[in-house]
C-alpha cells in the first residue's frame, strides 16, 4: 500500500530512509521505524494526541490484561475477513494508540504472508512507542480526518473508538473491503458514571450512520472487572469521564479495595458496497 502525500496527495515513493514524492516533498523514516505525515499547518495543537504520561497509563493498564478479551474478538472477526489468497491485503488500524491491537492482529494475521497491518495515530508519543515494540507493523503519525493513503488502497480497517472521516474512509477501502468497530454497549463502565452524574444513563447502543456501507455483523462483549485502586484510576484516566470526575470521586476510588466494574462492548463488521 503507498502512501499518499499529505500536502499534494501525490504517491510517496520509499527512498532510502525517506518517503519522498513527485513533488519533492520529503517525509523521514524515524528512528523507531514511523513516518510522521502530520505536516504542521494540519496541527490543532502543538502536540496533538494523547501525552506520554497518558499513553504510558493506558499501556499499564491493557497490558494487565483487563481488555483482553476484546482484544482476541477484534482479531477473531479481522482474520475471518482476510483472504489468504496471492491479492495483497492491507489492514489498517484508525487511532491505533500505543499498538495494543494492532500488534495482536499482526499475530492473528501471521500466517498470511499477503497480508500488511499498518497503525495511524494523531500522538507522535504514542506511535514511537508502539513502533518501538511492534516493528513487524508500518506506523505512521496522521490525521484520521486526513488518511495519508491512496485511493482504494485498504483492505480492511480497524476503529477502537477513534473517530474518523467518513468520506476519507471510504475513499481508500476498496469496494468490498471490511470495517470494524468497536463502541460502548449500553453499561459500559456504568459504575464510573455512577460515582461522577446524579443520573447514569446507559450509553446508546444505536449504530452510527455510515452511508455507502452494509452492517454485516453484530457482536456484544459485556463481563464484569475487578480492579484494584490503581488499575481504576487508569481505567477512569483512559475515558471522556475523566474531564468531568470531582476530587472527591478520585479520592473514593483511592481508597477501594477493589473496584467492581463492567465492561459492555459492541463490535460492528461493515462492508463497503461496490
Not at 20 to 49: M, T, W
Not at 113 to 138: Q, T
Not at 186 to 214: M, N, T, V
Not at 246 to 263: H, K, L, N, S
Request: with cysteine; charged share 20%; glycine share 6%.
Amino acid at each position: 500500500m503507498s502512501y499518499q502525500c499529505p500536502l499534494c496527495h501525490q504517491p510517496l515513493c520509499r527512498q532510502e530512509t525517506s518517503w519522498v514524492c513527485i513533488n519533492r516533498h520529503q517525509f523521514d523514516r524515524a528512528r523507531e521505524g514511523y513516518v510522521n505525515l502530520l505536516p504542521v499547518q494540519h496541527k490543532r495543537s502543538k502536540q496533538p494526541g494523547d501525552s506520554a504520561e497518558m499513553m504510558q497509563a493506558r499501556r499499564q493498564f491493557l497490558n494487565e490484561g483487563h481488555y483482553q478479551p476484546l482484544q482476541h474478538g477484534v482479531c477473531r472477526l479481522l482474520a475471518e475477513v482476510i483472504d489468504s489468497d496471492t491479492t495483497p491485503q492491507r489492514v489498517l488500524d484508525i487511532g491505533c494508540g500505543e499498538g495494543y491491537y494492532t500488534g495482536a492482529v499482526v499475530q492473528a494475521l501471521s500466517a498470511n504472508a499477503n497480508a500488511r497491518v499498518y497503525g495511524l495515530d494523531v500522538s507522535r508519543e504514542a506511535i514511537r512507542s508502539a513502533a518501538k515494540r511492534y516493528p513487524d507493523v508500518a506506523f505512521c503519525v496522521a490525521s484520521s480526518q486526513r488518511l495519508p493513503f491512496m485511493d482504494s488502497s485498504v483492505s480492511a480497517a480497524l476503529r477502537i473508538y477513534a473517530p474518523c472521516n467518513p468520506d476519507e474512509l471510504a475513499r481508500v477501502m476498496r469496494p468490498g473491503g471490511y470495517l470494524l468497530t468497536v463502541t460502548p454497549g449500553p453499561r459500559h463502565l456504568l459504575q464510573f458514571k455512577a460515582l461522577i452524574y446524579q443520573e447514569a444513563k446507559l450509553h446508546d447502543a444505536a449504530p452510527e450512520s455510515l452511508p455507502g456501507w452494509s452492517l454485516c455483523k453484530e457482536e456484544s462483549l459485556a463481563y464484569p472487572l475487578s480492579l484494584s485502586s490503581d488499575s481504576a484510576a487508569t481505567l477512569l484516566q483512559m475515558t471522556p469521564f475523566a474531564w468531568r470526575a470531582r476530587p472527591e470521586v478520585w479520592g473514593r476510588i483511592a481508597t477501594v479495595e477493589r473496584f467492581a466494574c463492567e465492561t459492555d462492548f459492541i463490535l460492528r463488521l461493515w462492508q463497503l458496497q461496490p
